[in-house]
Protein backbone atom coordinates (compact mmCIF):
# COMPACT_ATOMS: atom_id res chain seq x y z
CA UNK A 1 0.00 0.00 0.00
CA UNK A 2 1.18 3.40 -0.56
CA UNK A 3 2.21 6.06 2.04
CA UNK A 4 -0.15 8.39 0.07
CA UNK A 5 -3.03 7.83 -1.63
CA UNK A 6 -4.83 10.44 -3.72
CA UNK A 7 -7.98 10.22 -6.37
CA UNK A 8 -5.94 10.84 -9.64
CA UNK A 9 -9.53 12.71 -10.97
CA UNK A 10 -9.32 14.98 -13.34
CA UNK A 11 -11.90 16.87 -11.64
CA UNK A 12 -13.05 19.55 -13.93
CA UNK A 13 -15.20 22.33 -12.39
CA UNK A 14 -16.75 26.07 -13.90
CA UNK A 15 -15.41 29.20 -12.46
CA UNK A 16 -17.03 29.90 -9.60
CA UNK A 17 -17.21 26.28 -8.13
CA UNK A 18 -16.21 24.87 -5.11
CA UNK A 19 -14.07 21.77 -4.76
CA UNK A 20 -12.33 19.36 -3.10
CA UNK A 21 -9.67 16.80 -2.84
CA UNK A 22 -9.22 13.88 -0.48
CA UNK A 23 -6.27 12.31 0.46
CA UNK A 24 -5.13 9.79 2.96
CA UNK A 25 -1.79 8.63 4.18
CA UNK A 26 -1.11 4.72 5.44
CA UNK A 27 1.05 5.22 8.79
CA UNK A 28 -0.39 6.55 11.52
CA UNK A 29 2.72 8.08 12.53
CA UNK A 30 2.69 10.50 9.88
CA UNK A 31 3.97 14.06 11.75
CA UNK A 32 3.27 17.25 9.43
CA UNK A 33 1.36 17.26 6.47
CA UNK A 34 1.14 19.82 3.24
CA UNK A 35 -0.44 20.21 0.16
CA UNK A 36 1.28 21.20 -2.95
CA UNK A 37 0.50 22.58 -6.83
CA UNK A 38 2.34 21.29 -9.80
CA UNK A 39 1.40 23.67 -12.56
CA UNK A 40 2.07 21.39 -15.87
CA UNK A 41 5.61 20.71 -16.66
CA UNK A 42 6.64 22.68 -13.56
CA UNK A 43 8.14 21.78 -9.92
CA UNK A 44 5.67 21.60 -6.91
CA UNK A 45 5.48 24.25 -5.02
CA UNK A 46 4.04 24.97 -1.66
CA UNK A 47 0.41 25.74 -1.28
CA UNK A 48 -0.17 25.60 2.27
CA UNK A 49 0.74 23.36 5.82
CA UNK A 50 -2.11 21.49 7.29
CA UNK A 51 -2.40 22.15 11.11
CA UNK A 52 -4.41 19.81 13.56
CA UNK A 53 -7.18 22.62 13.94
CA UNK A 54 -7.84 23.05 10.46
CA UNK A 55 -6.34 26.17 8.88
CA UNK A 56 -7.72 28.28 5.74
CA UNK A 57 -5.50 30.62 3.58
CA UNK A 58 -8.14 32.85 1.69
CA UNK A 59 -10.37 30.78 -0.85
CA UNK A 60 -8.35 27.67 0.40
CA UNK A 61 -9.06 25.37 3.12
CA UNK A 62 -7.05 22.49 4.51
CA UNK A 63 -8.46 19.93 7.19
CA UNK A 64 -6.95 17.07 8.99
CA UNK A 65 -8.63 13.98 10.34
CA UNK A 66 -5.63 11.77 12.24
CA UNK A 67 -8.18 8.96 13.58
CA UNK A 68 -9.28 8.26 9.80
CA UNK A 69 -5.94 9.55 8.37
CA UNK A 70 -6.77 11.86 5.89
CA UNK A 71 -6.50 15.20 4.50
CA UNK A 72 -8.70 17.50 2.57
CA UNK A 73 -8.45 20.62 0.76
CA UNK A 74 -11.10 22.90 -0.60
CA UNK A 75 -10.95 25.23 -2.91
CA UNK A 76 -14.14 28.16 -2.94
CA UNK A 77 -14.57 30.26 -5.92
CA UNK A 78 -12.61 28.39 -8.48
CA UNK A 79 -10.35 30.67 -10.35
CA UNK A 80 -8.85 29.45 -14.38
CA UNK A 81 -5.68 30.12 -11.90
CA UNK A 82 -6.93 27.17 -9.77
CA UNK A 83 -5.84 24.64 -12.84
CA UNK A 84 -3.48 22.59 -11.68
CA UNK A 85 -2.04 19.27 -10.10
CA UNK A 86 -2.36 19.18 -6.15
CA UNK A 87 0.09 16.77 -4.61
CA UNK A 88 -0.54 15.77 -0.94
CA UNK A 89 2.58 15.36 0.75
CA UNK A 90 2.99 13.71 4.43
CA UNK A 91 5.86 13.21 6.43
CA UNK A 92 6.98 11.02 9.32
CA UNK A 93 9.33 11.27 12.87
CA UNK A 94 12.30 9.85 13.27
CA UNK A 95 14.99 8.52 11.11
CA UNK A 96 12.74 9.45 7.90
CA UNK A 97 11.95 12.71 8.95
CA UNK A 98 13.63 13.64 5.59
CA UNK A 99 11.19 11.89 3.55
CA UNK A 100 8.28 13.56 2.91
CA UNK A 101 5.68 11.07 0.43
CA UNK A 102 3.95 13.19 -2.15
CA UNK A 103 0.62 11.39 -3.31
CA UNK A 104 0.37 10.57 -7.37
CA UNK A 105 -1.77 14.54 -6.86
CA UNK A 106 -5.28 15.21 -8.03
CA UNK A 107 -5.47 17.35 -11.42
CA UNK A 108 -7.80 20.08 -11.25
CA UNK A 109 -9.25 21.31 -14.72
CA UNK A 110 -11.31 25.06 -13.83
CA UNK A 111 -13.43 26.13 -17.22
CA UNK A 112 -15.06 29.62 -17.93
CA UNK B 1 18.63 34.08 -8.99
CA UNK B 2 18.21 33.46 -5.27
CA UNK B 3 16.26 29.73 -6.49
CA UNK B 4 17.26 26.23 -6.50
CA UNK B 5 19.36 25.64 -9.77
CA UNK B 6 19.74 22.62 -11.58
CA UNK B 7 21.84 21.96 -14.46
CA UNK B 8 21.55 20.58 -17.10
CA UNK B 9 17.70 21.43 -18.05
CA UNK B 10 17.42 18.77 -20.78
CA UNK B 11 19.95 15.72 -21.26
CA UNK B 12 19.70 13.42 -24.49
CA UNK B 13 22.09 9.93 -24.01
CA UNK B 14 22.40 6.81 -25.37
CA UNK B 15 21.95 3.50 -23.35
CA UNK B 16 24.63 2.46 -21.13
CA UNK B 17 26.09 6.38 -20.56
CA UNK B 18 26.85 7.77 -17.03
CA UNK B 19 25.31 10.89 -16.82
CA UNK B 20 25.66 13.39 -13.91
CA UNK B 21 23.16 15.80 -12.86
CA UNK B 22 23.74 19.25 -10.90
CA UNK B 23 22.12 20.96 -8.04
CA UNK B 24 23.08 24.58 -6.64
CA UNK B 25 20.27 24.64 -3.81
CA UNK B 26 19.36 27.93 -1.91
CA UNK B 27 22.38 29.17 -0.13
CA UNK B 28 21.25 28.17 3.63
CA UNK B 29 19.44 25.65 3.12
CA UNK B 30 20.97 22.70 4.93
CA UNK B 31 18.67 19.72 3.69
CA UNK B 32 18.67 18.88 0.12
CA UNK B 33 16.45 16.36 -1.82
CA UNK B 34 16.30 14.38 -4.77
CA UNK B 35 13.11 13.33 -6.66
CA UNK B 36 12.68 11.47 -9.86
CA UNK B 37 8.76 11.99 -12.07
CA UNK B 38 8.12 9.86 -15.01
CA UNK B 39 5.96 11.26 -17.45
CA UNK B 40 2.41 11.59 -15.68
CA UNK B 41 3.42 10.00 -12.55
CA UNK B 42 3.86 10.93 -9.09
CA UNK B 43 7.15 12.18 -7.69
CA UNK B 44 9.51 9.35 -6.56
CA UNK B 45 11.86 10.11 -3.91
CA UNK B 46 15.31 9.07 -4.25
CA UNK B 47 17.53 10.58 -1.34
CA UNK B 48 18.10 13.55 1.30
CA UNK B 49 21.25 15.26 2.75
CA UNK B 50 21.15 16.63 5.87
CA UNK B 51 24.26 19.06 5.56
CA UNK B 52 26.18 16.80 3.79
CA UNK B 53 25.40 13.39 5.23
CA UNK B 54 22.77 11.58 3.14
CA UNK B 55 21.06 9.68 6.33
CA UNK B 56 18.57 7.71 4.55
CA UNK B 57 19.42 6.48 0.87
CA UNK B 58 17.04 3.65 0.44
CA UNK B 59 15.37 5.48 -2.01
CA UNK B 60 18.09 5.05 -4.64
CA UNK B 61 16.48 2.68 -7.65
CA UNK B 62 19.78 0.83 -7.97
CA UNK B 63 23.57 0.35 -7.38
CA UNK B 64 23.76 2.55 -10.72
CA UNK B 65 22.81 5.60 -8.55
CA UNK B 66 24.77 7.84 -6.47
CA UNK B 67 24.65 11.21 -5.30
CA UNK B 68 26.74 13.38 -3.18
CA UNK B 69 27.11 16.85 -1.49
CA UNK B 70 29.87 18.77 -0.65
CA UNK B 71 30.00 22.19 1.26
CA UNK B 72 26.54 21.70 2.94
CA UNK B 73 26.20 23.01 -1.04
CA UNK B 74 26.27 21.42 -4.30
CA UNK B 75 25.00 18.04 -4.87
CA UNK B 76 25.51 15.97 -8.03
CA UNK B 77 23.44 12.56 -8.88
CA UNK B 78 25.01 10.48 -10.70
CA UNK B 79 23.42 7.68 -12.95
CA UNK B 80 25.78 4.78 -14.49
CA UNK B 81 24.97 2.76 -17.39
CA UNK B 82 22.13 4.56 -17.94
CA UNK B 83 18.51 2.74 -18.95
CA UNK B 84 15.74 3.28 -20.28
CA UNK B 85 13.66 2.91 -17.84
CA UNK B 86 15.40 5.94 -16.02
CA UNK B 87 14.14 8.51 -18.20
CA UNK B 88 12.08 10.91 -16.32
CA UNK B 89 12.70 14.49 -14.99
CA UNK B 90 15.52 14.27 -12.03
CA UNK B 91 14.07 17.45 -9.16
CA UNK B 92 16.38 18.58 -6.34
CA UNK B 93 15.04 20.77 -3.62
CA UNK B 94 16.00 22.40 -0.50
CA UNK B 95 14.68 23.80 2.72
CA UNK B 96 15.58 25.79 5.45
CA UNK B 97 16.24 22.42 7.66
CA UNK B 98 14.72 18.84 7.56
CA UNK B 99 11.22 18.46 8.41
CA UNK B 100 10.29 21.70 7.87
CA UNK B 101 7.93 20.54 5.15
CA UNK B 102 8.59 23.43 2.98
CA UNK B 103 11.10 22.42 -0.26
CA UNK B 104 12.08 24.67 -2.89
CA UNK B 105 12.48 22.98 -6.10
CA UNK B 106 14.49 23.65 -9.11
CA UNK B 107 13.00 22.84 -12.34
CA UNK B 108 14.31 19.75 -12.80
CA UNK B 109 16.88 18.08 -15.04
CA UNK B 110 15.07 16.14 -18.02
CA UNK B 111 16.74 12.87 -18.97
CA UNK B 112 15.70 10.88 -21.91
CA UNK B 113 17.80 7.89 -22.56
CA UNK B 114 17.31 6.62 -26.27
Known amino acids: RKEVEQDPGPFNVPEGATVAFNCTYS??????FFWYRQDCRKEPKLLMS???SGNEDGRFTAQLNRASQYISLLIRDSKLSDSATYLC?????????????FGRGTQLTVWP | GAGVSQSPSNKVTEKGKDVELRCDPI?????LYWYRQRLGQGLEFLIY????????KSGLPSDRFSAERTGESVSTLTIQRTQQEDSAVYLC????????????FGEGSRLTVL
Open chain 2, 93 to 104: ASSLDIGTGELF
Open chain 1, 27 to 32: NSASQS
Open chain 1, 50 to 52: VYS
Open chain 1, 89 to 101: VVNMRGSTLGRLY
Open chain 2, 27 to 31: SGHTA
Open chain 2, 49 to 56: FQGNSAPD
